[in-house]
């Protein structure tokens, strides 16, 4: 199956809040990102056991270990969660920055070093979390 076929089954196997809120997100992200390599992780190790929800990638960039090895990796990542969506904006070097610029104006979500976690599209500012995305995205462009 390919990628646009398991993001779509994806997204259609969600509650139908949830589901609603990812269609419009997956869009949103593609207008920011229109010609980006898609990715669909299935949350599962080399071994087969699950280590972490399943999720859909946006875009390219290379992952640069402390070892020195390098990776490519999305830019942008969704996924569902237990009470919401996770938006992670990867690739950010200063932690504290998506929290310091957008934590307080985003409305009701928790903002980590690289993971925005909100309940519903409806509990934010959908403009802000754009603009955090945007700078993710300007911030690893290869």
């Known amino acids: ?23 419009e997100l997956h869009g949103i992200i593609l207008g920011i990102m229109p010609d980006c390599k898609l990715w669909f992780l299935d949350g599962r190790d080399e071994s087969g056991k699950v280590v972490s929800n399943p999720n859909i990638g946006y875009g390219v960039q ?18 569902a969660n237990t009470t919401g969506i996770s938006v992670y904006i990867m690739g950010i070097k200063d932690k504290k920055y998506l929290a310091e610029k957008y934590g307080k104006r985003i409305g009701q979500a928790s903002v980590t070093g690289y993971c925005i976690k909100f309940r519903a599209l409806r509990n934010i500012d959908v403009d802000i979390l754009v603009d955090a995305m945007r700078y993710g995205v300007e911030k690893t462009r290869v």
């Open 62 to 79: 290379a992952l640069k270990y402390a070892d020195g090895k390098t990776r490519e990796f999305y830019q942008i990542g969704m996924s």
């Open 1 to 23: 199956m390919n990628v646009r076929h398991q993001i779509k089954d994806y997204i259609e196997a969600q509650p139908e809040l949830k589901r609603s809120d990812m269609q």
